[in-house]
Structure formats: C-alpha cells, structure tokens
C-alpha cells in the first residue's frame, strides 16, 4: 500500500488502536452496540429491511472522552500541519468550533467509524484501516476535491433530472441514499420522505474544488435561490431540507440548517416539475442571483415570498408592497397596477380583467388566487427581461400609444402554466 504522508498513517493508526481498545474494553463489560433496523421503501416495490449495528451513534457518544487521549491530540497535531487539511477545520465553523475540534470531528472521527464499520464492530483488521485511510489521503492531497450538498424536497414531483446550473439539479433519490452516509439523518428528513409522490426527490449542489481551496461553497444561500426560482416558476409549494446533507470527496462533511425561507413549506398544493419549467427555473435562478444590484426588485422578491407564508390581511399588504417595488417607480400602486397589466395581458379583454383585479388590490381589497399570480408572473416577466427600469420604460410608452405593448415571453406562458 503506497503511503503518502507515513507521519500521519502512523499518528492515526495509533489512535484508532487506542481507541478499538477501549470501545472493546465496554463492549466486554456488557454495554451494547445497537442495532438498527431499517425500512427502505420505494413506491411499486416491496420494502427492504437492513440490520446491522449502529458503530457510528456508539462511537460519537464518546468522541469527547476519545479526543482527550494522547494519541489523538498527536494525529490532530500532525494534521495541522498540513495546509490541505484547513478545508476539513472549517466545517463546524457554524458551531465556532476550534480548529483542533473540528478536525477530530471531520477528520479523525470518521476515520476511526469507517474503520469500526469496515470491521463490523471492534475486532480489529488491518486492511480495513487501510481502506479508511487511503480514502483519508486521496481525498486530503488530491488535486482536487468533489463538494457535494443535498437536501430533500418537499411540494414537487418530477419524471427526469432537472439541471438548475452552476451545479445546482434536482433528481430523485434512491431509497437509503441520505442514511448510508449519514445513519443519524432518520430522525430529521421531512415526514414520509420517500413515501409520497411530492417527496422523493432532492435537490443537490455539487462543485469541484482546488486542491488549494479551503472555503465551501454557501450551499444553504445558493440552494435557497434555487427554491426561490423553483416557486417563481411553477407556483408550487416546494421547499427544501429542513437540513442540507454535505459530503467532501464522498466523506461526510457537515449537516447545515437550510435558511428558513427556502426550509417553510408555502401554502398552496404539490406541482410537478417538467423539463420546460425547468429550464424556466434555471434561467430565473441566474437572474436571482443578481437581484441584489437592484434594490426596488431584491424588495419585490423577499415580499412576494413572504406572502406565501402569511394569512389574510398581511398577504395581500405583502402583495402590494411587492407589486409598487416591482413596476411603481415612485408613482403609487395603482400606477403599478395599470402597468402589471398591460405587461401581463395578452388581449385588451384579458388587460381589462387583470387591470380590475389588480386595481381592487391596490384599493386595498384581498388577493384571489389568480390575483396573487398575476404578481408571480409579473416578477418572471421583470426578471426575464433583465432591466426594470428600461421595462416600466417601455410599458409607459405603449400606454401613451407610442410603441407597442412589449410582447409577453414564453417565461411568462410557461410561469402562468
């Protein structure tokens, strides 16, 4: 077996004797390994059950006792030493961990479970530290490193692979693939995930990083953004999490809360996703992420998703503040109204209904459901367009008859489907 840092395959090795040692000292006293016996279910399918001993949850209640021993305070002072370990020391910074912890923790720990499991309990076997261990080295001096973050969806079924970009898809799941990297995750995935139609499905960030890169990505914020399109595009109620699963170089990482926006389930029903909103959601989650250099259209979107969450009367207010950052310009929400529906209708017959409707809301009436839509499909509108300025710009104009209503895109056809 080539080695490429001896210092640390032995500073390692030690440890997990060490350690193999004393769990198996509890073991003999009568303590007990449990076991779990788990349901992987998938719909048209007879269940598969799985039993086998629970190493990790009897290993991690005593990570606090094993990481005082000399031998770990050893293997931990041999791996700060190496730069390419700084990635590992930051994935309990959310916890304001210290350096050494996080690496016993994200580094050491596994180390010694994937050692453990590979054994089957704690008779120690050489080839299955080895096996722990090389993955350890390929993933810490490799030329680069595979990021990956996963959290379960909720409001949204699908037939294929959704591609949202920049390493962001949604996909199903197969049955089992969060608790094989991470047992513990039984107790916090949504409820009846698996199960339903509308809860089968993940969506995932994955990114290949620099051998010398030691920041991950902000899997939670870039996730939420994608929630966010994903709305915006089908008029679901999806969300995500209510946790994001993180692995590194297929080693756990982390589990992160998702932001609490993208993690509440709106009101509203499940939608499916095709490939056509897809591709919708993809083009606005790109939009999105530049929102922020517009203010007036960065305030549009965080009410329009708030009125998701709200009941009557502040779902509407919501709405209305929504809609005079998206198309007021200063000049009141009647002003914006009349412009969402010369922006919106397709015909002088459907203006005139949208124009009522939207008048009613501003005169301070409840929002109906086609109501509140129209103020979606009025943000893919702005958004696809990429300037607002230059939009209101061009719905004055057409309202003074001295240019033609801009044409509705198929973003706006395809966000009213």
């Not at 000292?25 to 059950?49: I, K, M, N």
């Not at 897809?278 to 329009?304: F, M, N, P, V």
């Amino acid at each position: 077996m080539a080695v490429r840092a001896p210092h640390l395959y032995h500073s390692f090795r030690l440890f997990c004797l060490g350690a193999f040692s004393e769990l198996e000292c509890e073991t003999s006293r009568g303590v007990d390994v449990p076991f779990a016996f788990e349901e992987h279910a998938a719909p048209g399918r007879p269940s598969l059950y799985e039993y086998r001993p629970l190493v990790r949850g009897f290993v991690e209640k005593r990570a606090q006792s094993l990481m005082k021993h000399p031998d770990a305070q050893s293997a931990i002072d041999d791996l700060r030493h190496e730069p390419v370990a700084a990635i590992f020391a930051r994935a309990h910074a959310g916890e304001q961990l210290p350096d050494e912890e996080a690496l016993f923790v994200t580094v050491l720990l596994p180390v010694l479970i994937a050692t453990a499991e590979g054994c089957g309990g704690f008779d120690w076997h050489d080839d299955a530290f080895d096996r722990a261990y090389i993955e350890l080295e390929r993933s810490l001096f490799g030329s680069e490193r595979t990021y990956v973050g996963i959290a379960p969806l909720l409001g949204l079924s699908l037939g294929a692979q959704v591609d949202l970009g920049d390493g962001i898809r949604v996909r199903l799941s197969p049955p089992g693939e969060i608790s094989t990297y991470w047992p513990e995750a039984n107790g916090i995935l949504p409820r009846e995930f698996g199960r339903r139609p509308d809860r089968l499905a993940v969506i995932e960030l994955q990114r290949v990083l620099g051998a010398e890169q030691i920041e991950a990505p902000d899997a939670p914020a870039e996730l939420a953004d994608a929630i966010s399109a994903l709305r915006l595009a089908t008029a679901g109620s999806i969300a995500a999490g209510p946790v994001l699963f993180e692995r590194l170089d297929k080693r756990p990482y982390g589990i992160r809360p998702i932001l609490p926006i993208a993690a509440t389930q709106p009101y509203g029903e499940a939608t499916r996703l095709d490939q056509f909103r897809g591709k919708l959601a993809k083009d606005l989650r790109t939009r999105i992420g530049s929102a922020d250099d517009d203010r007036e259209l960065a305030e549009a979107l965080d009410r329009w998703e708030l009125s998701l969450f709200a009941e009557e009367p502040f779902r509407s207010d919501q709405l209305r503040e929504a809609l005079i950052s998206l198309l007021g310009a200063s000049e009141g929400l009647a002003m914006a109204a009349l412009r969402a529906a010369t922006l919106l209708g397709e015909g002088s017959s459907e203006r005139a209904d949208l124009r009522v409707r939207l008048r009613a809301l501003a005169g301070g009436e409840p929002a109906d459901k086609s109501t509140s839509d129209a103020v979606r499909r009025a943000l893919v509108e702005v958004l696809m367009h990429g300037n607002r300025t230059r939009m209101i710009e061009a719905l004055d104009e057409s309202l003074l008859g001295l240019r033609p209503r801009p044409s509705r895109s198929l973003a706006v056809r395809a966000a009213a489907g």
